[in-house]
């Protein structure tokens, strides 16, 4: 077996990038997974609510939102628009297959997945689940900023001033 190259990253004990972006994939699903439970408890929450449009268009979007999140940490290196967009087209469809009564049914024999499947077609949910995708995007583009962030790097408010 031969020595590394110089310009190998293991001659400079660096390690490889596979580990590098496997790393970075376990911090953004760790950011993403405790999102992903701030997001559920906020739905949660909004349940204690009196129904309202408002407290419906946002259940709506962190329902989209809480789709896109689990999306995901399954598969972190996708694009934030594809997954905005599973998680408007997922939410959306089982917003249309309201209208078939066959999530009635699921509820029926198991009422807590009322949470899931809802419990009637409301238009008005597909505008929620579109402000959703939107605010996936801009969690997903927080999150991942953060990870990238480098660990120990001093803030404006840290450095020493010149002089």
Not at 156 to 163: E, I, K, L
């Amino acid at each position: 077996m031969s020595a590394p190259s110089p310009r190998d990253p293991r001659a400079e004990g660096s390690p490889s990038p596979s580990r590098v972006s496997h790393g970075a994939d376990l911090r953004v699903r760790m950011m993403l997974t405790a999102t992903a439970a701030v997001v559920l408890l906020a739905g949660l929450a909004l349940q204690l609510l009196d129904r309202t449009i408002a407290v419906d268009l946002v259940g709506s979007a962190l329902y989209a939102c809480l789709v896109g999140l689990v999306v995901a940490i399954a598969w972190p290196r996708l694009p934030s628009w594809v997954l905005a967009a599973v998680a408007f087209d997922a939410s959306a469809a089982i917003e249309l297959l309201q209208l078939t009564g066959i999530p009635s049914r699921f509820v029926d024999a198991v009422p807590p997945l009322r949470l899931v499947f809802g419990s009637s077609f409301d238009p008005l949910d597909l505008v929620g689940y579109a402000i959703g995708a939107v605010l996936l995007v801009v969690v997903l583009a927080a999150a991942r900023r953060i990870v990238r962030r480098p660990t120990g790097s001093a803030g404006p408010a840290d450095r020493a001033p010149a002089g």
